[in-house]
Every structure is written in structure tokens, then in C-alpha cells.
């Protein structure tokens, strides 16, 4: 059984994130506070999206061999 990996859904992960820091630019000017993200924790949040996708992505692959071997 192999897992591949499919970047592009990191990429997804990430331009969501950027839209998130857009957003949260907006809201910051509107606020006249700073409460963006650096882009250390963008990259970090766009990481923990694609691990939970990674991990639901192998559960289900190894659910599937598992029903189809049993």
C-alpha cells in the first residue's frame, strides 16, 4: 500500500492562509491594531491543515485495505 502526496493541496492550504492574512490585514487597519499573523504562523497553520489531510487521507486508504483484505 502507498500513500502519494499531492502538494497541491498544501499549496490550498496555503493561499487560504493568505486570504486569511488579507482579512485579517483589513480588519487590523480597521481596528488600528496590528493582529495579522507573521508568516512563520501562516506557514505553520497551512502545515497543520495539510497533516490533518495527510492523516484522514492514510486512515481512509488504510480502512479500505483493511476492509479489503478482511
Known sequence: ?????????FKRFLRIQDE???AM???SSLLGID???SD???IRYAEEQFTKYLEN????GVEA???STF
Open 25 to 27: 490585514a483589513e480588519v
Open 1 to 9: 500500500m502507498a500513500v502519494e502526496i499531492d502538494i497541491s493541496h
Open 65 to 67: 485495505w483493511m476492509k
Open 35 to 37: 493582529i495579522r499573523m
Open 40 to 42: 512563520e504562523e501562516k
Open 20 to 22: 486569511r492574512q488579507k
Open 57 to 60: 487521507e492514510v486512515y481512509k
